[in-house]
């Protein structure tokens, strides 16, 4: 009777060892999807970082140009007025009514351009929020992910099937926030 008992708790141990040999390798595999989400979704951020520095710069230059063509717009119809008032007592009224008009033709010029750059500024602002809102809920994802690696790495140490479902469910979680990054299901605080 020893004998049989002696080869039934063998047989057990086998049993169980091979069990944590399979939810090791399991948990295991899932430590290397979450490690490749988390590199997609750090790379990704990157680029919404990046691209909310770039959008930022061009808002400013943007805005700077606008400034600047109001400068000169206002300076062409200073200039026009000026001229006006003293090419009364110009010998040559032709060359002065040319250079008015010269002045006049260059405010107004520039005043359909700041229009234009007004819009534009608009449109990179937008840019600029869009680039920023899909880099903060990156970054989100990325520490959903960095925790699920965490949690999955220390249930292969425990053996707490627990951990693992927590891992998982960070690890949807993270996707669910990459997803939000370029889909805006909602806008994160800050």
């Known amino acids: 009777m020893e004998g049989r008992e002696a080869m039934e708790r063998h047989e057990q141990t086998v049993a169980a060892g091979e069990g944590r040999e399979i939810f090791g390798k399991r948990v295991a595999i899932l430590v290397a999807v979450l490690a490749a989400f988390l590199a997609i979704s750090s790379l990704t951020a990157t680029k919404a970082s990046e691209d909310t520095i770039l959008k930022e710069i ?46 006049k033709a260059d405010a107004a010029k520039k005043k359909a351009q700041k229009e234009e750059l007004l819009i534009k500024a608009k449109e990179l602002q937008g840019e ?12 989100v994802a990325e520490a959903a992910f960095q925790i699920a690696i965490v949690l999955a790495s220390v249930a ?13 469910l960070l690890g949807v979680t993270g996707l669910f926030f990459m997803l939000n990054a370029y889909r805006h299901f909602f ?3 800050g």
């Open 58 to 103: 061009q808002v400013a230059d943007t805005y700077a140009e606008f400034q600047a063509d109001s400068l000169k717009q206002r300076l062409g119809e200073q200039n026009a007025k000026t001229l006006t008032v003293l090419s009364a007592n110009f010998p040559d009224q032709a060359a002065a009514k040319t250079a008015i008009g010269e002045f």
């Open 156 to 168: 292969i140490v425990a053996r707490a099937i627990l951990l693992v479902w927590a891992s998982g």
């Open 187 to 189: 806008d994160l605080p």
């Open 128 to 139: 600029r929020e869009n680039a920023h809102r899909r880099h903060k809920s990156l970054e």
